[in-house]
Structure formats: C-alpha cells, structure tokens
C-alpha cells in the first residue's frame, strides 16, 4: 500500500519547470495546497494515510472544508484542482483505481463558476489604454523636463510609463518581463534581450524556451526615452529595475565595501546621489522588479490617474492588458494572427474570445435575415 505524503514530491516533481522540476508557480502553489491537504487528513477522526484508504467521502469533507474558509468561489476551486490533479496523477500512477476527487458526491460543495464565460474577464479597453497611457506620458514629460534636479523621480516615472506601453500593446505575459520569485530562469527582461531597430524583444516563454515578441510602434518611444534617462552601465542590467530601497541599500553597501570604499565615504556618496544613481554609477546591478511587484505598479498608477473600472476590479491587471490585447488582435486581423502574437494555440484564442467570434456571427445573421426578407418583399 503508497503511503498519500509518500509520493505529493513525486506529483510536484512531475508538475514542475526547470532542472529536477524543482521550481514554477504551479509547483509552488500545490505544494503548498497538498501540505495542507495531508495535514487535513490525518486530523480526521479515520486518518486515512495511504491512497487504499482514501474514499470519495473524505475528499468530499476536504471540499466543505475548504468553502469554510472564507475564500472566494473562485480560490476554493483552484485548491481543489489540485487536489484533482493530484489524485488524477495516482491513477496515472497506479496507486487509485479512479480519481476519486472528481466523483460527483465528493465535488457537491463546490460552489459553481457562476456563469462565467468568455468574455468575463478583464480585458483593458480602448478607454482604459488611453486613459492609462495619457497619464503616464504626462507624468514622463514632466520627470524628463526636471531630470537635473531629480533623476531618480524620472528613472522611475520612465520605468513606469514603458511598463505601461509594454503591457499595452505587446499582449507579453508578466512573467516574461519580470521576475518571478517561484522560477529562478525568470529574473526579468534585459536591456540586451531588447531590440529596437527590429522591434522585438526576446523572452522565456510559457513553453519553457526563448521567444521573440513584437513591439509595436507605440511600444518604441517610451523604451528608447526611458533607456536614455535611465544609461544604464550594461546591456546585461534589468529593463524594469527595482527601487525597493532596503533590497537597494545593502547591495549598494555590500558592493562599494567589497571594492574598498570606507564607511564614511559610502555615507557621503550615499549623501549625494540616490541608491539608483549609485548603482548607474557604479555598476551595481539591481534585481528586477516582481510580477506581484509589477501589479502594485499598475494599482498605484490607476489609483493616481483616477481609473474606475466597473467589472469589480480594483485596478487594470496585467492579464488585462493581455487580454485587451487579444481582443483587438482578434477583431481586425483574426484568431490565427492573434494566436501567433499572444503565443497561443488558435484553438485556445477561439475559446478565450468565444464571444467576439459570436457578436461577429449575430451580424452575419441580422444581415442575412435582412437580405432574406427583402427579397420576400420584393
């Protein structure tokens, strides 16, 4: 008989990127997902421990128990799904006879999707692009024009602003420009990985290798201002650099001391250039920015440029971007070009944009009827 906590490394191995499959977001997150559904299950009175003794019953407790939580719908059937796949995977295996996580009785508690279609999810519009991108340009110009007195400030309202354009009308993945905390292949996207004369940019794609990614034209001004204000010392530094000033200050510190510089002299630099210029200064190379990061950029941006939205989220999301993306891809050039740029299946962009596919077929039959019923008139 296998032992249930015998084998979770085994599944997140399997599920996992890079060498050993020791890292990704969805290693990460059933991970943490499986550790609290072993330690669910041995508090029950019957502590079922090996995978003979796991019932449908108990995966149905570990549904209601999971809706007690005070999450959403929508998180309650994420963690679940991994306890499916997870299951899914011992059948594979050959430690279940079937997956008993999806037996209807166990999966009852699951509260529903609500409906939710194509369509239903963030997706930027025109208004909210326009909006977003007028802001962040007044915002540039204005940082540009006081360069001398405070370059940090345009450092980073540049960094911001091409964020923004980026995002806008490339349909990039946060992730292929930032890094991210749980895959150590993704530290962020680097000044050498851009190519403006082309117009491209290349990145660590969903599928586990390097992509090129267009930049439209509106993409190319905000890079090229932002890379001259920020003249960073190599190619090889990051496009979008973090700010956080602890994380600054003891590379600024560890860096300058290692190259001899006294306590009293790293103070007085420190005294007369921010930790940004110091690291332009002296090459001292900082991390990029995280995604989680990244969407704290975006919120502060909305919140400033007086962005409301009214699809109950709080602010324009990166995956909005993408998806807004999409949409107008879809709309003039049609789904294979759309999937060619979004690094999608044409299969997948048809389903994630179901309901342009549909209003565009709704005209095709009002025209149809009104054709039908002149020539009845006639």
Sequence with gaps: MVRIDAVTEDFLTDKGKGQGGESGNYRQDAGRELDRFVGFLSSHEESPTTFDELESGHLREYARHLTRQGWTAGTVRTYYAYISAFCGWAVREGHLAENVAQRRNATEPIPDDGGHKSGDQQAW??????????????????????????????????????????????????????????????????????????????????????????????????????????????ESWPVFPSFHRPTLSQ???????????????????????????????????????????????????????GIELDDGEEYLMPHGARRGAGEVLVRTSGHAAAARALDNSEEVVREHYSHIEAGELADQMTSAFEEADQQTDS
């Design 125 to 234: 519009s025109a208004e909210d692009r326009r909006q977003l991108t007028t802001f962040v340009d007044e915002q540039a110009s204005t940082a540009i024009d006081n360069v001398g007195e405070d370059r940090e400030a345009a450092i980073k309202t540049c960094r911001d602003r091409a964020l923004v354009y980026l995002l806008s009308y490339s349909g990039v993945r946060g992730a292929e420009i930032l890094r991210d905390r749980s895959d150590k292949r993704r530290q962020g996207l680097r000044w050498d990985d851009v190519h403006l004369e082309d117009r491209y940019a290349t990145v660590f794609a969903k599928k586990q290798r390097l992509d090129d990614r267009s930049l439209p034209n509106p993409v190319i001004h905000p890079l090229q201002m932002y890379q001259k204000v920020l003249d960073a010392p190599s």
């Design 251 to 305: 590379q600024v510190t560890d860096a300058l001391d290692h190259r001899g510089y006294t306590n009293t002299e790293i103070e007085e630099m420190r005294t007369n250039h921010s930790l940004i210029e110091l690291c332009v200064k002296y090459d001292i190379e900082p991390p990029s920015i995280t995604t989680d990061a990244g969407r704290h950029v975006l919120k502060r941006l909305c919140e400033e440029a």
